[in-house]
């Protein structure tokens, strides 16, 4: 028997970057834990990263290449997506192709399929779903400090007095980061604001929360610019010594933002709060602005990212500890990209399409004479030139553009008529559909390479597993299919090692300073360096400067060496509610789930807290449609119609909605938020405005509920609505449906799935109107139940769930209660899972908080919830004050 062995690795879901420790014992089981020794989270995980062990199942992997749905051997389908990029470059040319690439590729990935296509097919026509995530904080900071900089890093939350978050909920989509920020304010007091239309639970544990109208963040920061101004708190000497444009940018934001009223108004703030924030900021030195996709995703993102980072120059609060602009990216690798060049504006290394010296350069580093020589495609316009026929193949790695794409209906349509789709994946998606060549690719615990996170920290991922079936590394494929088209001398790498060191030549190459982005250090690593490589920041050049946080000496990499003021003003949005559309919806993240779910949709305790596709509402826009917590609704924009149940939550401001992003084809019949965004696109980063597009919202009528808990992994059809959530041992299936009670009846029937040696019960009420059943195995144990009737009348899951997990032979008490399904035993329903650790749901913890639980540290020692990752303490807390509330009432 093998020893057990423990080996570092990197989480793969956010831009945290937290460092895992994957263990494998003995006997082959596996398991993770925060890595003590990383600086990112020195050991702590938030509730994803805590769940990883989960992931690792063969269940639902892609094993072998696929060719028009039928099983292929590698060659004959790497020789096929050669022939076919090849063929199209000779009829129509290079731009004619074009890679669709993702954030989750580790950068040596990254790095070949951007030499194979900028530099030897010779078309910028690579992007990456990366642009949906921080491309305006790239353009932002090229704009202003002449590259794709983030000055600071995380100990700067730990240091700042105060951190402004901006379109950031921090607590859900960073947590670990958070947690550090939370801890170090229990410390020194640090003030948070929080800036979100939405009372997000990250706003829930701020000292200021201003509840923005949507897209107004530049009117707030010309205002706070124009107040720094006004009071006589700018850095007259940081302004005159280090940056360009100030007088401008002043005379705009001043124009823009004239009073402290009329930015209140403008946002739809208090002018109080407004104010108070004003305040805050200019008197505190320390203060550090993070923002994520609330500022990104939007029309004018790149607007927005300057007018924060003016305010920051403004002040000179940029490369001292505590303080800085700091875009907080989503995805674990989106830094990696941005590095290689993975954005189609950008050629490698972070020189762009500007002039020929620079695209000489590359071109000579990389012995390619038919380098492309201009920017390619960006995401939406590279899916419009599918639809239209431009792009003849089209090759997607590791992402789902049908779900995840705004106008995500058009997008498929472009996937449906392509003449040629190659998907490279781990699972099948709602994309993989349109593969005409599948191709398996490795998982996190199988891949090889490193990551870069959020404060340009590079961490080793480390393979643990092998990888099953005849899935490859993204890296080899690549390779292989250039190999196959010519280009074997310029592809022929061993190992990830030998592309990292090439990545990191590059970066040096003819680079005396001027370019930030330096490797050159790491530009000879051995082996044995690379693969015992411990987390290290970028810059790393060979001339031995090791710098983290950047800026400090008021040097920019400008021509002139100086920042650049970007004058910008509040622009409208393109789209404006109206009376077809009376309400804004803005799409995000949950706390315990990953972009389109492929991984962590599959673990029960991550799908606890959320188990539905749900819309929320503001209590009287949901009174107005007639909507309860619960009901079905039909949610349309210009783009496309979903449907979704409804939260009502006092957290959403009125007029406003909130749907979360992950929802796709596998896991719903029609909940996609990708299908409602609109594909308005930034003029500086062509980043989409996935955070803003008028909705109308009404009442589904419908006329049946039903719930399915089994042991089978289906896809329903022919349903209005389902959706499905991982359970122990099985699914649970929510069925929903416009019919008549019979009619949905025999609908749902049809899922039933009774083996012949399985024991079947069944009852229909008298009048037709409530339908139960429950198959029982030959062991005694329940193996399936469908019950259907009046929504009202379904009970709560909790015991039927409970009976799949076991497994165990029934008692004669619970085959007699099966059909109810409710315990012959009475338990109270723990309700929704607030802490997925522990499974702690809602009942449970207001029943704690009712009898006299007051704090988190009272809730934590009686239930345990809260004491594990820690992701939702911020809900608890939020339980705790409405009690408080309650009582003072
Ligand atoms: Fe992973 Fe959570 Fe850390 Fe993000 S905060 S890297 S999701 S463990």
Redesign the pocket.
């Known amino acids: 028997m093998e020893e057990a062995r423990e080996v570092r690795t990197?989480?793969?879901?956010?831009?945290?970057?937290?460092g895992?420790l994957a263990k494998i014992a003995a006997d082959g089981t596996t398991s993770v834990r925060?890595d003590p020794g990383h600086p990112?989270?020195f050991g702590?995980?938030?509730?994803?990263?805590?769940a990883?062990g989960e992931t690792l199942g063969p269940e639902g992997r892609l094993l072998e290449p696929e060719i028009g749905g039928r099983q292929a051997g590698w060659d004959e389908a790497l020789d096929l997506v050669a022939e076919k990029f090849s063929r199209a470059i000779a009829k129509h040319g290079p731009d004619s192709v074009a890679f669709y690439v993702s954030g989750q590729l580790l950068t040596e990935d990254y790095y070949v399929a951007n030499k194979l296509m900028k530099g030897f097919i010779g078309s910028a026509n690579i992007d990456t779903n990366s642009r949906l995530c921080m491309a305006s904080s790239v353009a932002g900071h090229r704009r202003a400090f002449g590259e794709d900089i983030v000055p600071g890093v995380y100990e700067d939350f730990e240091c700042a007095d105060l951190i402004v978050l901006t379109g950031s909920n921090t607590a859900w989509?960073?947590?670990?980061?958070y947690r550090r920020m939370l801890a170090a304010r229990g410390e020194r007091g640090t003030k948070i604001v929080v800036i979100d239309p939405r009372r997000t639970a990250t706003a829930d544990a701020c000292d200021l929360h201003l509840a923005l109208d949507p897209g107004t963040d530049v009117l707030l920061f010309n205002g706070l610019l124009a107040h720094l101004v006004q009071s006589g708190k700018i850095d007259s000497d940081f302004i005159r010594d280090h940056t360009s444009g100030f007088d401008a940018t002043a005379a705009l934001a001043c124009a823009d933002a004239p009073s402290i009223a009329r930015v209140a108004k403008g946002c739809g703030l208090a002018a109080a709060d407004v104010q108070a924030f004003y305040d805050l900021f200019a008197e505190t030195d320390r203060t550090l602005t993070a923002y994520s996709q609330g500022v990104n995703q939007s029309a004018h993102g790149t607007d927005k990212v300057n007018a924060i980072i003016n305010c920051h120059l403004a002040t000179g609060r940029i490369g001292r500890p505590g303080t800085g602009p700091f875009s907080v990216t989503g995805q674990?690798n989106a830094m990696g990209g941005r590095e290689v060049g993975g954005l189609a504006n950008q050629l490698a290394a972070h020189m762009d399409f500007a002039d020929e010296a620079t695209i000489d350069r590359v071109s000579r580093f990389w012995k390619a004479a038919d380098i492309a020589r201009r920017g390619g495609l960006k995401a939406v316009d590279m899916f419009q030139a599918v639809a239209d026929g431009r792009i003849k193949a089209l090759w997607v790695m590791g992402t789902n553009p049908a779900v995840s794409m705004p106008d995500a209906s058009r997008v498929r349509a472009a996937l449906a008529k392509c003449d040629f789709v190659v998907v490279s994946d781990v699972t099948r998606t709602d994309t993989t559909r349109y593969a005409d060549v599948l191709l398996p690719a490795a998982a996190w615990s199988e891949k090889d390479g490193t990551v870069t996170?959020s404060e340009r920290r590079i961490s080793r991922q480390r393979p643990f597993l092998p990888a099953p079936g005849e899935a490859r590394a993204d890296w080899r494929i690549v390779c292989d299919v250039a190999a196959r088209m010519g280009f074997g001398d310029a592809f022929a790498y061993q190992a990830p090692a030998e592309i990292f060191r090439e990545h990191a030549a590059l970066s040096a190459f003819e680079n005396s300073g001027e370019r930030l982005f330096d490797l050159g250090g790491m530009a000879n690593l051995s082996d044995e360096a690379y693969s015992a490589f411990a987390p290290r920041h970028w810059p790393a050049s060979e001339r031995g400067e090791r710098q983290t946080r950047l800026f400090g000496d008021g040097r920019f990499p400008t021509p002139d060496r100086r920042a650049r003021f970007v004058p910008v003003r509040q622009e409208a949005t393109a789209f404006t509610v109206d009376a077809d559309n009376p309400l804004a919806l803005n799409t995000g993240r949950l706390r315990d789930q990953?972009h389109t779910m492929t991984r962590t949709g599959n673990v029960p305790r991550l799908m606890a807290n959320a188990p539905e596709p749900a819309v929320d509402l503001h209590p009287a826009d949901a009174a107005a449609r007639h909507l309860k917590d619960g009901d079905l609704a039909h949610l349309s924009t210009r783009f496309g119609f979903v449907r979704a149940k409804v939260r009502v939550s006092e957290a959403q401001r009125r007029g406003q909605a909130f749907m979360p992003m992950h929802w796709s084809g596998q896991f719903a019949a029609r909940a996609a938020a990708g299908l409602l965004s609109s594909p308005i696109t930034d003029p500086h980063s062509g980043q989409p405005e996935l955070k803003h597009v008028p909705v109308r919202i009404v009442r589904e009528n419908t006329g049946w509920a039903g719930v399915l808990i089994t042991r089978r992994d289906l896809r329903p059809t022919g349903f209005v609505h389902w959706s499905r959530h991982a359970v122990e041992g099985g699914w649970v299936y929510e069925l929903t449906g416009t019919e008549p009670p019979d009619q949905g009846i025999l609908l749902a029937r049809k899922l039933l799935g009774v083996r012949q040696q399985d024991q079947f019960l069944e009852y229909t009420d008298r009048r037709g109107l409530a339908y139960r059943a429950a198959s029982i195995d030959d062991g005694g144990a329940m193996a399936e139940a469908l019950l259907v009737g009046a929504p009202e009348q379904l009970p709560a899951r909790d015991w039927l769930v409970s009976l799949l997990a076991t497994r165990q032979p029934l008692s004669t008490a619970d085959r007699h209660a099966l059909l109810s399904g409710r315990s012959p035993v009475p338990t109270p329903a723990i309700g929704r899972v607030v802490c997925a650790c522990f499974h702690v749901g809602i009942n449970q913890l207001a029943s704690a908080v009712a009898s006299g639980c007051d704090s988190l540290e009272a809730i934590g020692a009686t239930l345990r919830a809260g004491t594990n990752?820690g992701?939702c303490r911020s809900e608890i807390r939020a339980i705790i004050d409405a009690r408080h509330v309650q009582a003072a009432e």
């Open positions: 990197t989480c793969p879901y956010c831009g945290v970057g937290c895992v925060g990112a989270n702590k995980l938030c509730s994803k990263g805590t990883l989509c960073h947590p670990v980061l674990p996170n990953w990752c992701s």
